[in-house]
Each structure stands twice: as C-alpha cells, then as structure tokens.
C-alpha cells in the first residue's frame, strides 16, 4: 500500500483499503476558516449541539484578518460564540495569520494523520507527511458531529522531482512547471506524491509550496514522504505523539511523471488560468510586461524564507512611483521573525506595504485589490479571471524572488540577475 | 428523487473555477437568496437576473475548481439551477453540490451540443441527456452509489438529520 492509503486504512480501522473503495475515516483535525460560518449554521440544521471533540477543531480567522466590513465582522462573531460554547482547546483570531502555516506552527499537524479544513489548500499538509484535504461547509457541519468523513481511496500519481534547482527556480518555479504539464485537471480525484532527490533534500518551507498548489490540478491530496527538516520541524511542535507511514516497495502508481529540476528555468502562470505556464524568458522575449502591483503572501508564498529572499533582492532599491508592493506575512510568527532579522525594514525602506498576517488579497477579500485593467505579479496560488478584484484585471503567478526582482524596474524581470 | 429534470440551459465554458461562479468579493454574504443572486456573475452578470427557473448549466471541463466555498452550490441552487452537466468536475464542487442535492452530471462533449435557451432532458436511470430542439441524445455517466445515496435522502442534513434521530416526528 502507499503511505496515503496506510493513514486510510488506519483511520478506518481497517488492515487494507485499495483503490475506489469507500471509506469512513476518523479526522484527527478539522479546520474551519472565517468564510465558513455555513458550517455553524449546517451542523445545527443537523441536529448537531456540541462538537465531537473540543480538543481536535478549530476556527482560523484568516481570509478577514482583520475584517474589512459589518457583515463579516458579524460573521466572525457568530462564530466565536460557537467555538466559546463548545469550549474548544485551539483557538485562531484575526492575530493569526493563514490557517496552513498557523496550524504546523501551533503543533495540530504531524506525520501520518488525517486534517481537514474548509478550504482547497489543505493539499499544503502533504508536506509533513500528513493527509490533507478540503471539504466545503455541510461535509465540515458532518466531521464536528460525527469526527468523520468519507472518502474514496484515490488513484496516486507519482511527480518525481530529481536534480538540483538551478539560481533563481525556487520551489515556486517547479510547481509551475509542473502544473504547465499536468495542467489543472490532470489530477481531479486522485493523489500526488512528490518524490525524488529534489524533494528528499527540500526544506519545510518549499515541501509546504509545492504541497500546496497540488490542488490547482485538481488533487485530492498531495503528499512527501517526510525528511529530516520536517522531523526537527514536527518534533518541536507536535501535540500529540505520531507515527510516519510509508510507502510499500512494490507499491504501483497509477501514472508517474519525472521532472529533472536542474533544467528548469523562473516559471510565471500568465493570465487568466493556473496551467498557461511559461518560461519568465519567453514571456519578456516578447515584450515589457508592465505592472501595476506586486504582491507577496498568502499560504503558497508568504513564509519567511519568501520573504527574505525578496527583502535581499529589495534591499537598497525602491519600487517605481505609481506602482504597489503588497507583503502579507503568513502569520504572527513569520512576522515577527522577519522583523527581528531586518527584512520587513528592508522592505518598507524600498516602498513596500505591510499587511496584517492572513489571506488578504490572495482570494479578493480586502488589502490590495485590482482595478480594471491593471497587471498584479504575485507569490499567491490563483490567477482566475477577477480572482484579486476586478475580472477586467491580469494576474502573473510567479515566484517571491521573481515578484520581488520585477517590483524593481515595475515590469516582469528575471530575478537571476539581481541573485 | 427526481430522476428525470428537463430545463432549460445556459451554457458556459471550461475551469469555470469557483470565483467565477462566486466571487470573492461576495464571500461574508449568508442569505441564500442573495447568494443566488450573484451566480456566475464572474462570467456574466446577466446570467442570474436571467436564468430560467429549474434550468441547466452546461460547462466544459473541470467545473468547480479552485476553492472549496460551498457558496458555489449555494448559489446555483438559489439561482435556480437544478443540475450541472459537464464534461468534468473538480472534487470538493462535486462533493458539495451532492451534499446540497445540486445534481453534477458527467455528460461528455454536451457543450458543443447546445446552445442558450435550448431545452434538455436528463434522465439519470438511462443515463441520458435529451437535446429537445435537435432531438439528439447523449451517454451522461452515472453518479457514484455513495452520491446516489446522499441525493436518494435529499441530500447530506436530511440524511444526518435521520441519522441522529431528529426527524423521528415526521
């Protein structure tokens, strides 16, 4: 069996799952962001009255952190009442940040367990080796009565990532590449493992990257069979004791595609879909790309390591007159580690603007909206017509070294030079 | 349930994602009925004031992707959309649209097989889409035993609601 079938079939309580079986399966986490107060309002059409274990969900205040207008504040009231009233344990207000890097942080995610959370990216947890994935807000109202889900045991497809990352590809870079070929269906219904030599040296930080935009092809769930760096990481943080499952020898996935990572070159994902993939050198062979905003955040790209390398790409320069940095930490202590080592200075001193930790702009909510016909290069994961404001607005997905190098000349620029 | 819902369509294209069918900007919104107003208004703002009641979307490939925001079912329904026919599904929208006993129907190639306005049968015993105008009828795949299930009680909260016992009146 694969690893992700050994974390099914334990949850199941059962020996063996294969392929297209159903199977009812205990959570050991389900998160339930600020868009979600369906979910309060589904579990008690139910019949639902207190959660199945206050030690084992949680709210994440992050897409209105914090909240722009009356009704969401409202929202976020209404669900502060639920989570006093079933008293539970772990708690995530708008003084947060991004519900994917806040949970690793506070220890509710580790090898071998089952998340999920109200919202697409909880692929992003493959990265430590856990199972996760997204549910809407009635499957969620389901798991809070019952700390249960169905789930039909996925195909797996293996994307095996070899080599050594050339200066200037990121793991960013290498999800792009990798969603230009599989494109963003290529994987509705099934599983990704990201395996090979890239991977098997690949800090938290990047695993959490690449994890993360699995679901832009349609994944189920993503998963790396966890290294060192995720051990040290989960060691310090876990809550709960663990245990890492891995994948049978004999194991045979359903398609494999094999990437050699030291031939790969800066990706952008050009206006309006997630799979129009192309090199950054094609697309300014062609001409200037000039923008309007650059933004760096979100769960895909708004960890310290993204925002270091902008800050030393940006330090000692400004961003032209007329045009917009936006930088969301993905959370409070992103931030605050990045304030202590100069970065978030170095960045204001070249004209950046520093929002709350959370979701922000990346989904439309508030903080740094398009207008009509404005260009946006940024680190976040979707580039769907009016996914950041108006549909009349163009977005490139790039890598944080790339937004932040083009954020120096206010046009798409290669970031290897300035590396 | 019914198995057999005939409707008028509208027609729309592939990874038609969920900010197209909801944008982001609606999000805090929680009445249903307004909700509905704002359907695929990421695509066109005249399709919700303008769809027919019990209609049909049809879509190209990979509907639904993107974010998990049941508002996307939500709003299809209130619209008043009574099924999605598609040549593909992303996973959470197929999930949630189950669950709210929206119907998303596999039928490959439909897009190119009608237009606005045109009215079509689906029958989901014979697995079948029925183009009135041209009298053409195309294979739609059948929905899984686990979805026939939850749509067989009308959806996921019928079907908890039994499960816990607070239905026992009716």
Redesign the interface.
Same mark, same amino acid.
Request: charged share 30%; glycine share 12%; proline share 5%.
């Given at each position: 069996m694969h690893a992700i079938e050994k974390i099914l079939a334990k949850n199941s309580g059962k020996d063996v799952v294969k392929t297209g079986e159903i199977v009812t399966a205990k959570v050991d986490f389900a998160e339930i962001n600020d868009l979600y107060l369906q979910t309060v309002y589904s579990f008690y059409e139910m019949g639902g009255e207190k959660v199945w274990d206050n030690e084992r969900c949680a709210f994440v205040f992050d897409h209105y952190a914090p909240t722009p207008d009356i009704k969401s504040a409202a929202n976020h009231k209404e669900m502060r009442e639920f989570a006093k009233k079933n008293g539970l344990k772990f708690h995530f207000d708008t003084n947060c940040g991004v519900c994917h890097q806040v949970m690793p942080e506070a220890g509710v995610i580790y090898p071998g367990m089952i998340v999920v959370a109200t919202d697409s990216h909880t692929t992003t947890h493959g990265a430590f080796g856990a199972m996760g994935t997204g549910c809407g807000a009635t499957d969620m109202a389901t798991i809070l009565m019952t700390g249960e889900l169905w789930f039909r045991v996925p195909e797996i497809i293996e994307v095996r990532l070899d080599g050594e990352a050339p200066k200037g590809v990121y793991p960013k870079d290498v999800i792009l590449a990798v969603l230009g070929k599989i494109r963003a269906d290529g994987a509705v219904y099934k599983a990704i493992d990201f395996t090979g030599s890239y991977v098997e040296k690949l800090n938290v930080a990047g695993r959490m990257t690449i994890c993360n935009m699995a679901v832009e092809m349609g994944a189920k769930t993503a998963y790396m069979q966890p290294n060192q760096d995720v051990i040290d990481y989960v060691m310090k943080r876990a809550v709960r004791p663990f245990e890492i499952q891995f994948t049978d020898s004999d194991y045979e996935y359903a398609e494999s595609y094999c990437f050699d990572v030291s031939e790969l070159e800066p990706e952008l994902a050009c206006p309006n879909s997630v799979e129009n993939v192309h090199t950054l050198a094609s697309v300014v062979a062609e001409g200037d790309v000039v923008l309007n905003q650059g933004y760096i955040g979100s769960c895909t790209g708004g960890r310290e390591e993204d925002i270091e390398i902008a800050a030393k790409i940006l330090k000692g320069h400004h961003i032209p007159e007329y045009t917009r940095l936006i930088i969301v930490p993905a959370s409070r202590e992103v931030m605050l580690s990045c304030m202590k080592k100069g970065y978030i200075q170095d960045l204001m001193d070249a004209g950046a603007t520093i929002t709350t930790p959370g979701c922000g702009a990346c989904l439309g909510a508030h903080e740094g909206i398009l207008a009509p016909g404005e260009v946006c290069i940024t680190s976040t994961n979707r580039n769907f017509p009016g996914r950041m404001g108006s549909t009349e607005a163009r977005m490139y997905l790039a890598s944080p070294a790339t937004v932040a190098a083009s954020m120096i000349h206010g046009k798409i620029t290669d970031p290897r030079k300035y590396l | 349930m019914n198995k057999e819902i005939t409707g008028k369509v509208i027609v729309v294209g592939d990874?038609i /994602?969920t /900010?197209?069918i909801y !944008? &982001? @900007?609606f *999000? #805090?919104?929680?009445d249903p009925k307004e909700i509905g107003s704002h359907c695929l208004c &990421?695509v066109d703002e005249a399709i919700a004031p303008n769809f027919p009641s019990g209609g049909i979307v049809v879509a190209g @490939?990979?509907f639904g992707?993107? +974010? +998990? @925001?049941?508002?996307a !079912? $939500?709003a299809l329904l209130n619209m008043g959309a009574s099924a999605v026919l598609a040549d +593909?599904? #992303? %996973? $959470?929208f197929f %999930?949630?649209a189950v669950? *709210?006993g929206l119907l998303p129907v596999i039928c490959k190639g439909i897009r190119e097989k009608v237009k606005d306005g045109q009215t079509v049968t689906l029958n989901l015993e014979e697995g079948s889409v029925t183009v009135k105008e041209t009298g053409e009828v195309l294979p739609c795949e059948q929905l899984? /035993?686990?979805a026939m299930k939850i749509l067989e009680a009308g959806g996921? =909260?019928p079907m908890? @609601?039994k499960r816990?016992? =607070?239905d026992s009146v009716e």
């Open positions: - | 990874n /994602d /900010d197209q !944008p &982001g @900007r *999000l #805090a919104i929680t &990421g @490939r990979n992707c993107g +974010s +998990s @925001r049941e508002h !079912p $939500i +593909s599904f #992303a %996973r $959470i %999930r949630n669950n *709210l899984g /035993d686990q996921i =909260k908890m @609601r816990f016992g =607070k």
